[in-house]
C-alpha cells in the first residue's frame, strides 16, 4: 500500500507541475515525511491516507484476499 500511495503522488505531482516544496506546502506534513511517503517507507495512518487522498483527488481501495495454501 505504501507503494501504492507514493506512486499516486508522483502522479500527482506530474499532472499538476509541482515540486517537492509544494507538495510539503499543500499537504501541510514535515518535508521529512513527505520524502519518506514518497520512498514508500512512511508508516502511514488511516488518518494521513484520507489526508493525501483528499488532495489527490482519488480514494484508496483497500482489499483482504484469502491466502493462497502452500
Known sequence: MQQNVANAIEEYMLNQGIGFNELVRRLDFSPSQVAKIQRGEA????????????????????????????
Do not use: D, R, V
Open 43 to 70: 508508516n502511514l495512518t488511516l488518518t494521513s491516507i484520507a489526508h493525501i487522498s483528499a488532495l489527490i483527488g482519488k480514494y484508496p481501495l483497500l482489499k483482504f484476499q484469502a491466502k493462497l495454501a502452500s
